[in-house]
């Protein structure tokens, strides 16, 4: 790899389509109470899942195993979930900003907000960018500058 920094376009097509479907349904098919406000938690969970592939996913996609992600994306949900349907949410250990929230909720899950379900996808793929990144960058031996940027034209 000559430069761990990629744009990959795609990635942030599909971040602004889901920000933008998020504020659409938000307004025009949640709920009336739940059409205030702006889905800011839905917001947050894609950025912080496709920024780092905007910027790194045509280097790590190379490295993914897709098997391997699934798996671990399948378990990381059923454990969240169920803590999060059986526990948190029905014993109101915690609760949400509804003016935050998209306002699609799982009615069978005590109306758990669907961000709850996006969150620990948004963590896992994330993740599992950024650990293939480092890994490369670890394994190059090279300064974390000249591996993000390439080598400078003049060196």
């Known amino acids: 790899m000559r430069r761990l920094l990629q744009f990959h376009p795609t990635s942030l097509i599909i971040a602004v ?25 839905f917001t947050f969970l894609v950025a912080g899942a496709l920024l780092p592939a905007v910027s790194f996913f045509p280097v790590a996609r190379r490295f993914i195993n897709w098997r391997a992600l699934s798996l671990t994306l399948f378990f990381m949900l059923l454990v969240s979930l169920l803590w999060e349907a059986t526990l948190a949410v029905p014993y109101n250990w ?17 109306r758990l907000p669907i961000e709850e379900v996006c969150v620990w996808i948004a963590v896992t793929y994330a993740t599992a960018v950024v650990f293939e990144v480092v890994k490369v960058w670890l394994a190059s031996e090279r300064s974390a500058r000249e591996a993000l940027l390439g080598k400078r034209a003049g060196s």
């Open 94 to 110: 915690w609760n949400f900003q509804h003016r935050q929230m998209t306002g699609l909720f799982i009615g069978a899950w005590s």
């Open 17 to 41: 389509v889901l920000i933008g479907a998020a504020w659409f349904y938000k307004k025009h098919f949640a709920l009336p109470e739940d059409q205030a406000g702006f889905p800011g938690y």
